[in-house]
C-alpha cells in the first residue's frame, strides 16, 4: 500500500506517491512543510500589520508642518527605509534550514 501527499504551492496542485516503507521518514518531511507554512502566514500577517502602520504614520503626518521639499524627501527616506527593513529583513523569510534541521533526521 501506498500513501499519495497532495501539495498546493500557489495555484498549482500536485501530489506523490510514497511507498508504505518511507512513511516515517515522510511524516518528519511533512512537519517540517507545515511549520514553514504557520512560519509564512506568520509573515503575512505581520507584513500586513506593517502595511497598516505605515498608513496610519502616515494620514499623522500634515503636509502642511512639513517646511521644505527636502524634509518631505528626508521622513519619505526614513519611512522607506524603515518599512523595507521591517517588511524584507524581518518578515519575509527565505531560510528554513533550522526548521529542517528540527524535524529531519540525518
Known sequence: ???????I????EFSIDVRKNFIEARKDNYKALMTIGRMQRRDEVSRDNALRCLD???SMYKVGQITSEEQITQHFNALLTTLNTTMLDKH????????????IQK
Open 1 to 7: 500500500m501506498d500513501i499519495e501527499l497532495k501539495f
Open 9 to 12: 504551492i500557489g495555484d498549482t
Open 56 to 58: 496610519a504614520l502616515g
Open 92 to 103: 519575509k523569510r527565505r531560510d528554513f534550514t533550522a526548521v529542517f534541521d528540527r524535524y
